[in-house]
């Protein structure tokens, strides 16, 4: 009877070791920016919450701008309206809150105009696009290639920002 509860208690020592280093090995899936860029692009909701949760188990500074733009950006494949709403509220108040906390922050900016520029207009978030615009044009070549690349992306489809409006001669 002793060996069996040793037995017992080996096994589910071993399964809970197993289990925490597969947790641990999934958390710790490193924070790409142009991973987040090309999730942000994409659309696939599976990719957005898989790019969540890397987020979520990152150590990054100020990282509630990165999930709040996640959230804002799975509202738009959710249903029903009242869900939609419940993820854009929640994923404005942290990238708002990223912003307060690092207004200087260039990434924030953009990701705030992106939003702004897509969002329905019911939402009234529309604001600070100019003041975004001029952020983002006025600091473009502080940014690191991946994020510089992500805008020069999205102003392929954007009435807002265009290439032109960057030197991108670094």
Same mark, same amino acid.
């Given at each position: ?6 037995? /017992?208690?080996?096994?589910? *020592?071993? =399964?809970?070791?197993i289990f925490v280093f597969i +947790?641990? #090995? ?15 692009? #994409? ?5 957005? @919450? ?8 990152? *150590?990054l500074n100020n990282k509630e701008?990165?999930? %709040?733009?996640? !959230? ?7 249903t029903p309206a009242k869900k939609?709403?419940?993820?854009? /509220?929640? %994923?404005?108040? /942290? ?9 200087? @922050?260039?990434?924030?900016?953009? !990701?705030? =105009? ?16 100019? +003041?975004? /615009? ?8 502080? =940014?690191?290639?991946?994020? +510089?690349?992500?805008?020069? @992306?999205?102003?392929?489809? *954007? ?7 960057? #030197?991108?001669? #670094?």
């Amino acid at each position: 009877m002793k060996i069996d509860i040793q037995w /017992k208690m080996v096994t589910i *020592s071993a =399964l809970l070791m197993i289990f925490v280093f597969i +947790k641990t #090995s999934f958390a710790q899936q490193k924070f790409d920016k142009a991973a987040f860029y090309d999730v942000m692009a #994409s659309g696939d909701m599976d990719a957005i @919450n898989t790019e969540i949760n890397i987020v979520e188990d990152a *150590s990054l500074n100020n990282k509630e701008g990165y999930e %709040g733009a996640l !959230l804002i950006r799975k509202a738009g494949f959710v249903t029903p309206a009242k869900k939609k709403l419940k993820y854009f /509220k929640e %994923g404005r108040i /942290k990238l708002e809150m990223a912003l307060i906390a690092d207004s200087e @922050n260039t990434e924030f900016h953009f !990701l705030r =105009l992106t939003i702004e520029e897509n969002a329905p207009k019911i939402v009234k978030y529309h604001a600070d696009i100019e +003041k975004d /615009k001029l952020f983002v044009q006025t600091h473009f070549q502080n =940014l690191s290639p991946s994020v +510089k690349q992500a805008i020069l @992306n999205y102003c392929k489809k *954007s009435k807002i920002l265009h290439a032109e409006d960057f #030197s991108v001669g #670094s």
